[in-house]
């Protein structure tokens, strides 16, 4: 069983930054993929990014070029640096962790989730 807390949401005007932290607690972090999901209202949750055990990463379209994730296995803590921000990036973001070693891809993949938080871009 692993635990996921995200933090850093927020309210930022479009072009401006955040950083979201995902901490895990439970077991060895440095045994799962880590992604990134995120639901906007009234829509499907949308893949973002996802780290490999090795550091490897993959990002959405939509984000591929303004977000950066990262982890810290000595913290058990995924990063998702966002930069560029624009008013369609509002959704509720959540942390994902997989177990298994097929393409992290997909919401059905992710064994286990976070409560998400909210990130909110004005334009």
């Known amino acids: 069983q692993v635990q996921l807390v995200e933090s850093g949401g927020g309210l930022v005007q479009a072009g401006g930054s955040l950083r979201l932290s995902c901490a895990a607690s439970?077991?060895?972090?440095?045994?799962?993929?880590m992604g990134w999901f995120r639901q906007a209202p009234g829509k499907e949750r949308e893949f973002v990014a996802r780290?490999?055990?090795?550091?490897?990463?993959y990002y959405g379209d939509s984000v591929k070029d303004r977000f950066t994730i990262s982890r810290d296995n000595a913290k058990n803590t995924v990063y998702l640096q966002m930069n560029s921000l624009k008013p369609e990036d509002t959704a509720v973001y959540y942390c994902?962790?997989?177990?298994?070693?097929?393409?992290?891809?997909?919401?059905?993949?992710?064994?286990?989730w976070g409560q998400g938080t909210q990130v909110t871009v004005s334009s």
């Open positions: 780290i490999i055990r090795s550091g490897g990463t």
């Open positions: 439970g077991r060895t972090f440095s045994n799962y993929v």
């Open positions: 994902a962790a997989d177990q298994g070693w097929g393409s992290a891809l997909r919401r059905e993949d992710y064994d286990y």
